[in-house]
């Protein structure tokens, strides 16, 4: 087992509903990376959160949000949700710090979004 | 930004043969490159990883192999078996925390029988 554990595993919303999304990150892992998953696609960088502050950001709008939390687990939101929102959302864990490379990666299961 | 492409989308192979994966990237500043396997249904795991400081690596089956001049680097797999049937991702890391991956689009390896 990995460690990190997102929650819930599944879930169904409605277009234009919000959710919550959430990831405990691995034990001494202060960086948490969330990851967008469609079917059939690579993982597609949402952000990334160190030490509570966001590091980072992919080609996302502004109603992806995140947080961090002084444990370093972690929330990913979604507001007004959109069918193309349909997709396995996965967090990663690292030891990475912003001045100095770390590079070990653990994913955890993912959460699978189903938007109708 | 980075962008990595990887090819081919799908490649099957008899079991015993090798496979050969190719990705590129546009970072030149890129310097970490990992690889991911995952299974239908699971979390990507990292099966092997290389800096750029290193032209070459191995474990075992899977090698990969890379070429800053060119911006491209390979995944090996050799003898394969039943068991390497997965997707497979290339990923470039593009700052200096090499904490942001990206990934390529993924190839389907089958393994016949």
């Known amino acids: 087992e990995t460690g990190v554990t997102q929650s819930p595993t599944h879930l169904i919303k409605t277009r234009g509903q919000q959710v919550t999304l959430r990831c405990s990150s691995q034990s001494g892992h202060n960086t948490v990376s969330w990851y967008q998953q469609a079917l059939g696609q690579g993982p597609q960088f949402i952000f990334q959160?160190?030490?509570?502050?966001?590091?980072g950001r992919g080609n996302f709008p502004p109603r992806f949000s995140g947080l961090q939390f002084p444990n370093y687990s972690s929330e990913l939101n979604v507001n007004a949700l959109e069918l193309d929102d349909s997709a396995l959302y996965l967090c990663a864990s690292s030891p990475g710090t912003v001045q100095k490379a770390r590079y070990g990666y653990t994913f955890g299961s993912g959460t699978r979004l189903t938007v109708v | 930004g980075e962008n990595v492409e990887q090819h081919p989308s799908t490649l099957s192979v008899q079991e015993g043969d090798s496979a050969v994966i190719k990705c590129t990237y546009s970072?030149?500043?890129?310097?970490?490159f990992p690889w991911y396997k995952q299974e239908l249904g699971k979390r990507p795991q990292l099966i092997i990883d290389?800096?750029?400081?290193?032209g070459e690596k191995k474990d075992q089956r899977i090698a990969v192999t890379l070429n800053k001049t060119a911006k491209h680097f390979s995944l090996h797999i050799t003898e394969t078996q039943p068991e390497d049937s997965a997707v497979y991702f290339c990923a470039a890391s593009v700052d200096s925390s090499a904490s942001k991956i990206i990934f390529g689009s993924g190839t389907r390896l089958s393994i016949r029988p």
């Open positions: 290389i800096r750029s400081n290193v």
């Open positions: 970072d030149s500043a890129s310097n970490y």
């Open positions: 959160y160190y030490r509570e502050e966001e590091n």
